[in-house]
Structures are given as structure tokens and as C-alpha cells.
């Protein structure tokens, strides 16, 4: 079982009771914390027409939690790359390694992260998404090279800078993809886990070398709720229960408390639907989550556990962190 990094994922998740002003601060608050714990990064994911998240504005936010941090890396769990121009991609991030050098990812995915009615809000046209989303990465790469500064169109800022691109996924189409242009792969496993397993043999299988990476880079993202006690966690997670009640009742309000009882929530095809769309989430105490992520990487054996806590209260999602960072160091003795 090789050693592995650990990162955060952030949605900016509003709560009930709470307003955005406080969401943003959440967030540069974990931030800062999970720096000093030496996570190796920090995403934020794009997101619309949702009272739940207020990352939309993905690459304001981000210029906000760097400027808040001194050397966690900071980017985007991602970018949903056909809602843009990729020059204005370019520009933005551009700007943003300019400001925080050596310090920005772009992560990039092609999914609308919203509802039809919002993607078309956003002047997507699904009809050729698939052939967008690979020529736009492209495009971005063509930005970003020295070589475009004899282009009629350049990215300035951007042209000439050094910011990562990380493909991301949700099914097995940008497992081809990441493996074809060379380029480190992430999968939202925290909720979509279903082809996980699949799509990481695919990427792995079919990978060619590029002059961005000379072998497969592996992320993996999941949900994890730590807490003292085994009881604690559990009852913690059911903030994270309720939130995908809501998404299946297609009820987009703030994150609620955790309650005693779910089953006073949930009907039992919503808990079937709820459990295997959370199956490879992290639940307990620093024990049990120590044998949880052991069991989590001899299986996928990736290079990076990016965690996403949907925890109602802040302190106590402060303190999930510090017990996966607590978990992690214990299996491997740091």
C-alpha cells in the first residue's frame, strides 16, 4: 500500500440560519486550517441555481482563499469548462497565478453543475459537448504555452505560466480522455461512485506519457465525517444525508442539523438510493477511519484522497480534519 496525499474539497455550503457572508468565511477558516495541517490542497467547485452552495463564482473564490493562505495549493474541483470561453479561463486563472504563483490548479470538468434550465441559462449547447470540452482543453494549453505569443488571440495574463490542468470526472468518458492528453485524473467518487473502480483502470490502462506527466496521478474524492466518537460521527452525517435527500427530491434549500432519526426523513428506496450514492464515504472515529482508509487504498491505491466534509457545524468539521490528518499520519508513522 503505497502513501497517499490528502486534500480538501469545498462547495461553500450555505447552512440554515447561516448567510453566504458566513459560508465564505467557513471556508477561509478551513482553509487556514487545513494549511497548517499540511493538506496538500484546496478546491472549490463550481455550482449553480443552488441555495446550498455558493461557490459559483468559482475563480472569485478562490482568488479569496488564496489571498487568505500562504502555501496550500488552491484551484477548482472544477471549472465546468463548456459553461465558459477558454479564453476567459485563461485569463482568470492566468491572473491568479500571476497574483499567487506556484500555488493554482485548474481542475476541469464538462458536466453543467446545475439543472437543464441553468445550463441553458449559461448558453451551453449539449448537442456538441463532447467535441467542445476536449478541443477547449486544448485551447487552454495553447493559451497558457510560450508559444502562442504569435497568436493574433493571447491570454494575458496566462501566456507563458505554469498552472496544472487536472481532468475530472464523474463516469468513465474522462477516464479516455485524462489518459489520452497525459494529464492527472480526479473522480468525484463523494458522489457519483458507481464507475470508480472502472474508470481508474481505464485511465491507468490506457495512459500516455506527455510533457505534463510521465505517469498516472490518481485523485480520489470522497466524504469523510470524523469525530471523537463513533455515535458523533454518525449522527454528524446525517447533514450529509439530508443534503442528497434533498437533491433526489430536487429541493435545493441550506444545509440542515443532523437529527436523531433518519427514518423519519427518508423513505426506504430514498435510503437505498441515499447508501449506494455514499458507499465510499468515510464515517467514525480516528480508528475506524484509520481502517476505513487502509481499506480505501489497498483497493484503489491513488495518489491523492481529496476529502469533502458536509459537517452543520464548523467546529466539528474543523476537528473531522484533524482526525483524517491524525488517521492518515498513524497508518503511515509520519
Not at 464538462?110 to 439543472?115: L, Q, V
Request: aromatic share 10%.
Amino acid at each position: 500500500m503505497k502513501n497517499f496525499e490528502i486534500s480538501v474539497l469545498d462547495l461553500a455550503p450555505v447552512k440554515q440560519e447561516k448567510s453566504i457572508h458566513d459560508t465564505f468565511q467557513d471556508s477561509l477558516s478551513l482553509a487556514n486550517y487545513t494549511e497548517n495541517l499540511d493538506y496538500k490542497r484546496f478546491w472549490l467547485a463550481e455550482h449553480h441555481n443552488m441555495e446550498s452552495i455558493a461557490s459559483s463564482a468559482t475563480s472569485v473564490l478562490i482568488g479569496y482563499i488564496a489571498n487568505g493562505t500562504k502555501k496550500i495549493r488552491v484551484g477548482s474541483g472544477g471549472i465546468m469548462l463548456p459553461n465558459h470561453s477558454s479564453l476567459v479561463i485563461a485569463e482568470q486563472f492566468g491572473t491568479l497565478e500571476s497574483l499567487f504563483p506556484g500555488r493554482i490548479d485548474l481542475g476541469l470538468g464538462r458536466a453543467p453543475g446545475t439543472d437543464g434550465l441553468t445550463a441553458q441559462a449559461l448558453g451551453r449547447n449539449p448537442a456538441i459537448i463532447n467535441q467542445q470540452f476536449p478541443r477547449q482543453i486544448l485551447e487552454l494549453q495553447k493559451y497558457f504555452s510560450k508559444e502562442n505569443r504569435d497568436a493574433l488571440v493571447r491570454a494575458i495574463p496566462g501566456e507563458g505560466l505554469d498552472v496544472p490542468l487536472y481532468i475530472l470526472g464523474s463516469s468513465t468518458d474522462s477516464a479516455f480522455l485524462a489518459a489520452e492528453l497525459g494529464l492527472p485524473y480526479a473522480f468525484a467518487g463523494h458522489f457519483a461512485p458507481e464507475q470508480m473502480e472502472m474508470a481508474f483502470n481505464i485511465y491507468k490502462e490506457h495512459f500516455e506519457p506527455s510533457k505534463y506527466l510521465d505517469q498516472p496521478y490518481i485523485i480520489a474524492c470522497v466524504n469523510g465525517i470524523a469525530a471523537e466518537t463513533s455515535e458523533e460521527a454518525h449522527k454528524m452525517s446525517t447533514t450529509l444525508f439530508q443534503a442528497f435527500i434533498n437533491i433526489i427530491r430536487n429541493d435545493r434549500k441550506p444545509f440542515a442539523p443532523p437529527v436523531d432519526d433518519m427514518d423519519e426523513i427518508w423513505s426506504p428506496m430514498e435510503k437505498s438510493m441515499v447508501l449506494q450514492k455514499l458507499k465510499y464515504t468515510l464515517i467514525g472515529d480516528q480508528s475506524e477511519i484509520e481502517e476505513k482508509l487502509k481499506s480505501f487504498q489497498e483497493r484503489f491505491n491513488v495518489d491523492e484522497l481529496m476529502i469533502n466534509s458536509h459537517i452543520y457545524d464548523h467546529q466539528k468539521r474543523l476537528e473531522s480534519y484533524h482526525i483524517f490528518r491524525n488517521a492518515k499520519n498513524s497508518i503511515f508513522k509520519a
